[in-house]
């Protein structure tokens, strides 16, 4: 039983047009919720929330249109991205990035992402999931794949801390183990801003932790110093 229960859970899905956002919003909300795009032109223009409800507990997921079609200024990105942290109470609880795992991950889409992840802030990085989509395009072993993908999608799954659900196709009855794999998942998301402060201050607490222990043989060297020169015998003759 999940320890959600009762509670929503806020997914938003972000990603590039045709990597399968608004198709997986449905999968999750198992329903056709989302309008799915046809051709190459981007049918989810504006950012849209939906929910329903899965195993007793609320489902919100909130589709998004791609950045880099939708918005032109740098201002309008940033306010496109605040909208979607939201709040402390609202801020989704799970970051889906939609990845097309049979096409190669582009230096464009790895741009877009770094500028979520700039605006948002390094918090994004506890709420991330990475969501392979087309899965039913792959036929080798993701797992084996991964090992060899570029370096822009290992800096992604990286600030993900290696969590990643693959998703099958929009008719897959696999799908629904999916689903199941990322509320567990997001279930386990680190809780606290506790991890925010160690990754933020990981390095400084390293450094004074060093500071600490350089300080304590310091202070043992010296100790054993004076404790050497008190049992030395003096250096002059006694009369
Ligand atoms: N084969 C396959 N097609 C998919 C998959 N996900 C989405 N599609 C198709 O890709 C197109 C774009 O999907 P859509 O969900 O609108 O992508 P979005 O632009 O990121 O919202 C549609 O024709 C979908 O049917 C998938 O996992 N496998
Ligand atoms: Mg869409």
Redo the contacts with the bound molecule.
Sequence with gaps: MSSNQGHSTRILII????????????IILRQKM?????GMA???VSTATRSSARNGRIIEVT?TP?LSNQYHTVSEIQAEVKKWKGDPETTPDAVLL?V?CDVRYTAEEFAIYQQVKEIWGRDLCRRLVVAF?????QDRDLGEELGTVCRELNSVLNDASGRYVL????TSSRNEEAVELLLKTIDNLPQTTLWVIWKGCGDVLLFIWYLILWMLQAVYQCFRGLIGGWNRKPPYRPL
């Design positions: 990603g590039k047009t045709g990597n399968g956002k608004s198709s997986l919003g449905n989302f309008a799915v795009g046809t981007c049918t989810t589709d791609d939609a097309r989509t087309f899965g039913d395009r998703f099958h196709g929009p």
